[in-house]
């Protein structure tokens, strides 16, 4: 693997780890400050966004943290945080259960989803409830 790529992966998961215990304990300037350095530095990378959208939860701002939460996923569709706190925070039951990285989300059955199509012969993806 490319050693810069190496690199940069290494660095977002510090920047997650670092984050999620700066959030913790309530230290939200310093958070907005690594994670606007690292949007700079890394503009085609969710996990900024994603960790951008998680501190603006927490701060409140619902509306800005959804559009963060949207800009990670389109970057990286992917990338299961992302999906995590769009599934959670925009749903009417709410479980307040931030995805800082990918050890936060719950693994999932690859089966629960299944493709309708519309009149248009438009598909769309519906996830089903596990029973």
């Known amino acids: 693997m490319n050693p810069k790529i190496t690199a940069d992966r290494n660095k977002l998961e510090e920047l997650c780890d670092t984050v999620r215990q700066l ?4 230290d939200f300037m310093e958070c907005e400050k690594l994670i606007t350095d690292a949007m700079s530095r890394h503009p ?3 996990q900024p966004h994603n960790l951008m959208g998680v501190l603006l939860e927490m701060r409140n ?13 389109s970057l990286d569709p992917t990338y299961c945080p992302a999906r995590h706190n769009l599934d959670n925070f925009a749903s009417f039951y709410v ?15 690859k089966n629960n989803y299944r493709v309708e199509y519309d009149s248009h012969g438009i598909g769309h993806v519906i996830k089903e409830d596990c029973k």
């Open 61 to 73: 701002d619902h509306t800005t943290a959804m559009n963060h939460f949207r800009a990670a996923w």
């Open 44 to 46: 085609h990378a969710p």
């Open 23 to 26: 959030a913790l304990q309530g």
């Open 95 to 109: 479980r307040n259960k931030y995805a800082f990285d990918e050890s936060d989300c719950p693994v999932e059955e």
